[in-house]
């Protein structure tokens, strides 16, 4: 059985990056522990060209290839949340930070008659369920929603 090891954590501090990194048993490398606190210190998604802009503008330097290398190891490693959305060319990873509970989790609308998706992102709406419901039937998970609709392709009398 592969399990991970738990993060020890002896005072009342959070774990460093660095910290966390190696609890995944990943070698701490310099650009690991850039990329996990830049994609820490964000609240929405990015997707790998979003996190290069990032770096550069905040004097980091690594090549396209280093961060999509060590983007896919803290996803593999649990750090960071993959997601895949439709892009231009074809499906595109965006990716979140697992330990920060400000991130927003996609939301889905599927087509109950034909399957198709639309992913979205939205801070609110868990908020105006409960609202509208007057209880909170969701709880404290910051988890994705899969909704279920009639699209408007399906919705069009035939």
Request: aromatic share 4%; net charge positive.
């Amino acid at each position: 059985m592969n399990s991970r090891p738990t993060l020890a954590c002896p005072t009342d501090e959070a774990p460093s990056a660095a910290d966390r990194i190696a609890a995944c048993g990943l070698r701490v490398t310099d650009s690991r522990v850039q990329m996990l606190l830049a994609m820490e210190r964000q609240t929405a998604p990015m997707t790998v060209e979003d996190l290069m802009r990032h770096l550069m503008t905040s004097g980091q330097s690594f090549s396209l290839g280093t961060v999509y290398r060590v983007l896919s190891d803290l996803a593999n490693a649990g750090l960071l949340i993959r997601q895949w959305i439709d892009g231009v060319a074809g499906p595109r990873a965006i990716y979140l930070a697992r330990a920060n509970p400000a991130h927003v989790a996609p939301h889905r609308l599927i087509c109950r008659l034909c399957r198709s998706e639309l992913q979205f992102f939205s801070r609110d709406l868990k908020a105006s369920i409960t609202q509208s419901l007057g209880k909170d039937p969701l709880g404290s998970a910051n988890d994705s929603l899969d909704i279920l609709y009639c699209c408007p392709k399906c919705a069009e009398p035939a």
